[in-house]
């Protein structure tokens, strides 16, 4: 095993892990590489990368290893069957999934002798190796500082959340619960304006500034929910739910799907139901915390 600490296996070369390679490669170090498609691999090894033959021989190349797998169930099925060669490994794990399925990853980890960081990219792999991207990491702080030097040829910024290994999986799925919401509002949008004879283009300046406007409720609206304060001082749920409407029969008038707007009012018609018409729309948070 090399103890370089320039040196690193990557296991996993779809798009992201193909770009963290390169990123690596692109700093000097050795790169030991395996893919369960060996062809994905090619590009990387004319640039100097070395590919294992064997998951067991990726693992016993470097101590640092990072795993670029879609999810745990597939670091599971590669891993599992060379769990021999995982004693004395940093697996950094960046595939998505759950933070209790990241706490049971960990577990699995130790068990076998290795340690795992849990990692949560929030950039696509265009990204890769940007010094203004960022990774979110969680686990034992040591293995963080120890490698930190290579987490940051991945992306230039990282941030290490606390020794539970959950938190990085948390962090990314809040990012995740908040985006695609936002992009199908996009295209609810696109859509809409489609049936209406209008390109994206013609509505992307508005729809930039509706976007760009929403960091200023998110700041207003924390201080007053950590507070627990809905009070109906500047919007009410009331208010909130007529204009939901409004893009419901909107979209329908428009004959697009109206399946995005119908969630969204039933969201509001059960926060009347509970009698706060006359309270913030913030109070919802509330009733999307206990359903």
């Known amino acids: 095993m090399s103890d370089t600490r320039q ?8 798009p992201m892990g193909r770009a963290m390679t ?3 490669l692109d700093h000097g170090y050795e790169v030991t590489v395996w893919n369960r498609t060996v062809s994905r691999a090619d590009a990387l090894v004319a640039r100097g990368a070395v590919l294992a033959p064997t998951v067991e021989e990726a693992l016993a190349s470097h101590e640092l290893v990072v795993l670029s797998l879609t999810d745990h169930d597939a670091v599971y099925a590669v891993l599992g069957p060379a769990e021999a060669a995982l004693t004395g490994r940093s697996l950094v794990n960046l595939g998505s999934d759950t933070p209790e399925k990241a706490r049971a990853m960990a577990r699995w980890a130790a068990e076998r002798g290795a340690v795992q960081l ?3 990219v929030t950039v696509p792999p265009s ?3 940007r010094a203004e991207s960022s990774v979110f990491y969680s686990g034992p702080r040591q293995v963080f500082d120890r490698h930190r030097p290579a987490l940051e040829v991945i992306t230039g910024r990282t941030d290490h959340l606390g020794e539970d290994p959950g938190l990085a999986a948390l962090m990314y799925q809040i990012g995740m619960v908040m985006f695609w919401p936002a992009m199908l509002g996009y295209w609810q949008a696109v859509a809409l304006a489609g049936a209406n004879g209008l390109k994206a283009a013609d509505i992307l300046p508005h729809a930039v500034e509706t976007a760009n406007s929403l960091p200023d409720f998110f700041s207003f609206y924390a201080e007053r929910i950590d507070a627990g304060r809905h009070t109906g001082d500047v919007d009410r749920l009331a208010m909130g739910m007529a204009s939901a409407e409004h893009v419901l029969h909107t979209s329908a008038d428009a004959e697009v799907s109206t399946t995005l707007p119908t969630a969204v009012v039933e969201l509001f018609r059960r926060g009347m139901d509970t009698g706060r018409a006359a309270d ?3 109070a919802l948070v509330e ?3 206990k359903p």
């Open 7 to 14: 040196s690193v296996t990557v296991i996993g070369l779809g």
């Open 280 to 282: 913030s729309f913030s």
């Open 118 to 120: 849990t990692g949560g």
């Open 287 to 289: 009733l999307m915390a």
């Open 22 to 24: 390169g990123a690596f």
């Open 127 to 129: 990204g890769i190796g």
